[in-house]
């Protein structure tokens, strides 16, 4: 679907472009249009992607199929209100924090269509996590649209957007915490005596690996875990303090308090 469509990028900092360069890695055949108020950025595209800058906000909103909006959160209301009538038509996305369907809606005209969408950091990888949440005047075909997009950094799941705070409560400040267990789990393995550069490679391939074991298996990760601790073996020791420690359930307050707190930068009670 993304044949002869032209996607618009409106703000081209860390996941505007990691958006654009999972599309030019794809090599799908798509026009890409960009757009930044930083001068820079835009030179910056220009000179390592040949893409196709617009002078102002108002050029993508009129010569794109799909515009996507990454800009700060604060900056949503007053762009789209200046960009209301050019949208018409257009399939809109809005990847900003916090920034709700509600809020979007209006600043827009009644029946525009529009996709919430939450992704996360590793995108600037290809391997992102992105959750879509499309209002009630998106197409069955814009949403697959913009799904294929999405696609092209990393894998995609539509959800209902009142789950929108968890998300990224999860995914959306999941990384962070990920990090901060391989720094812990390196931590643990220069303890013991090993080199902090070697500790941290086999500390994150443990874990890519373990996650990628997740997604490719039809086991959930408690069995996965029990092929791995052996009756009376190390990896049970190590799996007794973690949880003798609260483990599980200070990540699960960790989701819980990230999700409250997205919540609250939305306006919404959770």
Same mark, same amino acid.
Request: charged share 20%; proline share 4%; glycine share 10%.
């Given at each position: 679907?993304?044949?002869n469509k032209t996607i618009g990028v409106i703000g081209t900092?860390?996941?505007?472009?990691?958006?654009?360069?999972?599309?030019?890695?794809?090599?799908?055949?798509?026009?890409?249009?960009?757009?930044?108020?930083?001068?820079?950025?835009?030179?910056? &595209?220009?000179?390592?992607?040949?893409?196709?800058?617009?002078?102002?906000?108002?050029? #993508?909103?009129?010569?794109?199929?799909?515009?996507?909006?990454?800009?700060?959160?604060?900056?949503?209301?007053?762009?789209?209100?200046?960009?209301?009538?050019?949208? @018409?038509?257009?399939?809109?996305?809005?990847?900003?924090?916090?920034?709700? &369907?509600?809020?979007?809606?209006?600043?827009?005209?009644?029946?525009?269509?529009?996709?919430?969408?939450?992704?996360?950091?590793?995108?600037?990888?290809?391997?992102?996590?992105?959750?879509?949440?499309?209002?009630?005047? @998106?197409?069955?075909?814009?949403?697959?649209?913009?799904?294929?997009?999405?696609?092209?950094?990393?894998?995609?799941?539509?959800?209902?957007?009142?789950?929108?705070?968890?998300?990224?409560?999860?995914?959306?400040?999941?990384?962070?915490?990920?990090?901060?267990?391989?720094?812990?789990?390196?931590?643990?393995?220069?303890?013991?005596? #090993?080199?902090?550069?070697?500790?941290?490679?086999? @500390?994150?391939?443990?874990?890519?690996?373990?996650?990628?074991?997740?997604?490719?298996?039809?086991?959930?990760?408690?069995?996965?875990?029990?092929?791995?601790?052996?009756?009376?073996?190390?990896?049970?020791?190590?799996?007794?303090?973690?949880?003798?420690?609260?483990?599980?359930?200070?990540?699960?307050?960790?989701?819980?308090?990230?999700?409250?707190?997205?919540? =609250?930068?939305?306006?919404? =009670?959770?």
């Open positions: 679907m993304l044949d900092g860390n996941m505007g472009s990691a958006l654009i360069e999972g599309l030019l890695r794809h090599d799908v055949s798509c026009r890409i249009l960009c757009y930044d108020s930083d001068a820079a950025k835009l030179d910056s &595209m220009q000179r390592e992607h040949g893409l196709s800058c617009a002078t102002d906000a108002t050029g #993508i909103a009129r010569g794109a199929d799909v515009i996507i909006i990454a800009v700060k959160p604060d900056a949503v209301a007053p762009l789209l209100a200046g960009l209301r009538d050019a949208l @018409a038509g257009k399939v809109l996305v809005s990847i900003a924090a916090g920034v709700t &369907m509600d809020a979007i809606e209006k600043v827009c005209a009644p029946s525009q269509q529009v996709v919430r969408v939450m992704p996360n950091t590793p995108a600037l990888l290809g391997e992102g996590m992105s959750v879509l949440s499309p209002n009630r005047h @998106a197409t069955r075909e814009s949403l697959i649209l913009v799904d294929q997009v999405f696609s092209c950094s990393g894998r995609t799941l539509t959800l209902p957007e009142k789950l929108m705070d968890a998300v990224t409560g999860l995914s959306g400040s999941g990384p962070a915490y990920v990090f901060t267990f391989i720094q812990a789990l390196a931590d643990g393995g220069v303890k013991m005596g #090993i080199p902090r550069k070697e500790a941290l490679i086999l @500390a994150a391939q443990t874990v890519a690996g373990a996650a990628e074991m997740v997604l490719e298996s039809t086991e959930d990760p408690i069995t996965l875990r029990g092929r791995v601790t052996s009756p009376g073996g190390t990896t049970i020791e190590g799996v007794h303090v973690l949880e003798r420690s609260g483990f599980s359930g200070i990540v699960m307050d960790a989701v819980e308090a990230a999700t409250v707190k997205a919540a =609250k930068l939305g306006g919404n =009670k959770a």
